[in-house]
């Protein structure tokens, strides 16, 4: 793999505001699957989170505000696809700009992992995550019925294609 497919190491930005955006660690395995628990219902284990470390096709960005975990967001690489998982954010910290800012990193970190077409799946209802991911220039492109359980739903599945970001 050269270097503009690589998966980035050590990735670590400081945001103006004091966010802290960083690649996940194992360390952070735990405190990232008490979150994923509070915000899914069915949420991956804290193994799953420490799997995706050592990973080359995942990256896994999280975000820290005054030292607690404020968010967390991944991407599975497939060739030059990129399918974005386990977005989440503290919910008392929603509607402050962090899921936005963490995707767009996520993105950017992504791009230099050889991605260029982005997909993810949305539970069919849940219409503060489809206008975020839609200003973020995803569009939905179909449905996956019963994707998802507790409770059973659609999934709308979604892309943000090259063309429609260069």
Not at 11 to 17: C, L, T
Not at 101 to 116: A, H, N, S, Y
Not at 126 to 132: E, G, P, Q, V, Y
Request: with cysteine; hydrophobic share 35%.
């Amino acid at each position: 793999m050269d270097s503009r497919t690589a998966k980035p190491g050590n990735f670590s930005y400081e945001a103006e505001d004091g966010l802290l955006f960083r690649m996940l660690t194992k360390e952070d395995a735990a405190e990232v699957a008490a979150l994923e628990k509070e915000c899914f219902s069915e949420p991956w284990s804290e193994q799953a989170f420490c799997d995706t470390v050592d990973n080359p096709d995942a990256f896994f960005l999280t975000v820290w505000q005054d030292g607690q975990l404020a968010g967390y967001c991944g991407v599975f690489r497939a060739w030059t696809d990129g399918d974005i998982c386990n977005v989440a954010v503290e919910p008392a910290k929603r509607k402050q700009g962090i899921g936005r800012r963490m995707l767009t990193l996520l993105m950017k970190q992504g791009e230099r992992m050889g991605i260029t077409d982005y997909t993810l799946e949305v539970r069919a209802g849940n219409k503060s995550a489809i206008r975020l991911y839609e200003a973020l220039g995803f569009k939905g492109e179909g449905i996956r019925p019963g994707f998802y359980e507790k409770p059973k739903e659609d999934a709308l599945i979604m892309w943000k294609r090259k063309e429609e970001h260069a």
